[in-house]
């Protein structure tokens, strides 16, 4: 007798724009100088393939940050670390 085995859901992540308005201006980005590190850590990662990162993550339960954004954070938390 052969189990069936179930499908595992998608991960479901948080909402992620690092475009989005504010309700009242400024923008996010032009608060941020254009050769500030962020800004290189941001290109570096997006150009990235970091879908091993997604199989990771099980599906169902509340949504989960996502793993990019978590990544840009973590990185650019030790650029400040080891900066000082």
Same mark, same amino acid.
């Given at each position: 007798?052969?189990?069936?085995?179930?499908?595992?859901?998608?991960?479901?992540?948080?909402?992620?724009?690092?475009?989005?308005?504010?309700?009242?201006?400024?923008?996010?980005?032009?608060?941020?100088?254009?050769?500030?590190?962020?800004?290189?850590?941001?290109?570096?990662?997006?150009?990235?393939?970091?879908?091993?990162?997604?199989?990771?993550? /099980?599906?169902?339960?509340?949504?989960?940050?996502?793993? /990019?954004?978590?990544?840009?954070?973590?990185?650019?938390?030790?650029?400040?670390?080891?900066?000082?």
């Amino acid at each position: 007798m052969k189990r069936k085995m179930r499908k595992t859901p998608e991960p479901v992540f948080k909402e992620y724009n690092q475009d989005q308005g504010w309700l009242f201006p400024p923008n996010l980005n032009d608060m941020v100088p254009g050769n500030h590190i962020v800004r290189t850590v941001n290109h570096i990662i997006d150009s990235m393939d970091l879908s091993f990162l997604k199989k990771m993550y /099980k599906g169902g339960g509340s949504s989960s940050y996502h793993p /990019k954004m978590l990544l840009k954070l973590l990185v650019f938390a030790y650029t400040q670390v080891f900066a000082a």
